[in-house]
């Protein structure tokens, strides 16, 4: 005999089933869909801070900060005392600007941008050359000098790896860089002290401006390198040379990859943005030695190139138009102002040579 009774109650255990399905099909949507906005808000919020992190940082006016810091440590303003401030003051902007040293992050959205990290080893570049200036040249009376102990720490601080996040990081190496030009700057502005020297003289400044245009010099090359152009190959070799025919050259066409010319145009800004400073303080501490050499204006037209190439760029984009073509070439523009003030370098080397 058929059981209808339990055949009757079975009937809506079964149909409870399709519930347990819908209830689950709706809980994993919108689980997806919150997962989906809270993705979408990160997002958003990555891109508006990646762009505020992308902001350079203005220039900054090199003789008031220097008394500032001055009256506010209630320290002297001696010779060197504005080049060393100057020098913290620019690698202390690569911890301070907005979003701190990005160029060693590794998230979001520092992970995604290229541009300021290109901006930022740019600056560390002068920062480098300078520091190694100060060590080798500045703070030493000669060749057989013994070196100070802070600048001898500090210039291989600031050569630490720029993209180590930790262990150390490269902050951490920076930031003790500076502290090492801290207590080199307090020694030499103390009247007590007589440890700490600084040697504004001609020689020295045309050392550290030989690196200047070497630097200037391969970034103008690079920059106009956005536009593939053949160049000559000046390795050495030896060749036999036959009367009445002309020497074979050998061609090459240079031409910076796609994807790196924006971060070529970003370091030149980097370097010219640091090195307007440097020459700012220069001017100040070799006030008298530019004077004696009539070089104080070849210093200010390299100043002028620099700063001019600040200015800002109203493009989203950098662009690579062809020489004369429809669309601009940032790349180009960047070059001339750098082959300007490269130019103007080597102006005032010359006058720095005179005796």
Known sequence: ????????????????????????????????????????????????????????????????????????????????????????????????????????????????????????????????????????DFARSQSQSAEDADLAKAEPRFNFDNKSWVLPSSESEYQEGINSLSRYQARLSDPNQKSALFYARADNLNNWLGDVGTRLGSLSQRLSASVGRVKLNTAL???????????????????????????????????????????????VDFADVLAKKNATVSVRQIIRELEASQEPVWSPMILNGSGFGVLANHSLVMANYISRANAAVIDLRQLLNQG
């Open 1 to 136: 005999m058929l059981d209808w009774k339990n055949r009757a109650g079975s009937a809506p255990e079964r149909a409870a089933e399709p519930k347990s399905d819908t209830r689950s099909y709706l809980g994993g949507l919108l689980f997806s869909r919150a997962l989906a906005t809270l993705i979408a808000l990160y997002l958003l919020v990555a891109s508006v801070l990646g762009w505020y992190w992308s902001q350079e940082p203005a220039l900054f006016p090199v003789q008031q900060t220097a008394q500032q810091a001055a009256e506010k440590e209630g320290k002297q303003m001696v010779v060197g005392y504005t080049t060393v401030e100057t020098l913290k003051t620019v690698a202390g902007t690569l911890l301070t600007k907005p979003g701190g040293y990005i160029s060693n992050d590794r998230f979001p959205p520092g992970l995604w941008m290229d541009n300021m990290p290109s901006w930022e080893y740019g600056v560390l570049v002068q920062v480098r050359d300078l520091s190694r200036a100060l060590r080798k």
């Open 237 to 283: 070799k030896t060749e036999v040379v036959v009367p009445g025919v002309a020497p074979q050259v050998d061609e090459e066409v240079v031409e910076t990859p796609w994807m790196q010319i924006d971060n070529v145009f970003y370091e030149a800004r980097g370097q010219a943005w640091a090195l307007s400073h440097l020459l700012r303080a220069i001017e």
